[in-house]
């Protein structure tokens, strides 16, 4: 075998001959449409954030997000994205029927088309929202387009073309590299690579600063969740969350909290009886308190830019209704 490649060297070499070097291409995450440019993320739980231009100028947005653990049911997802279109929300049931199967690299996952109703006010009219997600060994990952209706019908081939060359093992490798430039001691766990700061901090400058007081525990972040907190001897869970643009309204949110503790769908006509203002910072924002008959949700919205943050304490009433002032004043230290 060695005589061979030997002979063969020299058969293929002369003096004339020169030596060529050949590199291997990096093996790339996924292959984009040459419409796609890549802007920077709002948000801490983005790998990657893309702009998707029409030839007449039309936009829509296409988001990578990754997670790690996600413990929250399709239909929840779903949900949240068909309150940000003003949509209904659908039982766990309804969801393989609202649904498609799509390929995503090697794996099969589930591709969502969900358009806001006709009579949909301001700029709420025509809006569109495409998701694929896929759950792999990796954890959970979501592939999410949003734009107007008629622009992402003549992007939809290139989303779904792009789908079909993810590589999620390439994608994990992109995160542990980035993180691992940032800090040459970290894990390579996609876990810890991916999942937003839990805490403010000087790497985190999207995430806001806030004082928690000294009877509450902090239980981290989880999937959606970019912080949480116990409280009450675990009787009370305060959460923080953030999600793009007016994500669905104030009243579609309440109400989906309302469903949570087992009340009725309100009006636009309740909320002036049913919420309140409150300043985080500089910023008017909206009180709600919703006292079910096993749980109670008190809540507020605060609208930020292009951003719409929610901080929530969920536990029995009575337990909620004791930690309404520390709630209220943990809220209120929040600085953006």
Known sequence: MCCFAAVMLMAGCSQDDQIQVYTVPKKVAYQLPSNWTKTASTSAMRLATYDVRGENGEEAEVAILPMPSLNVADHEIVNLWRSQLQLPPITKEEVEQSSDPVQIGDLQGRIFDLTAPENAPGEMSGARIITAFVAAPTGTWFFKMTGQKDHLEKEIDGFTSFLGSVDLNAMQKEIAASRT??????????????????????????LPKWTIPDSWTDKGGRSMILASFSAQGGAVEVTVSMLGGGAGGTLPNINRWRGQVGLPPASEADLTSMASSIEVGDIESTYVSLPGASQQIDAVIVPKGNQTWFFKAMGTPAAVQQETENFKSFVQSVQF
Not at 182 to 205: E, L, Y
């Open 181 to 206: 430039t940032a800090d040459p001691h970290a894990g390579v766990n996609m876990a810890a690579a991916s999942a937003p700061p839990t805490r403010p901090s000087t790497a985190s400058s999207n």
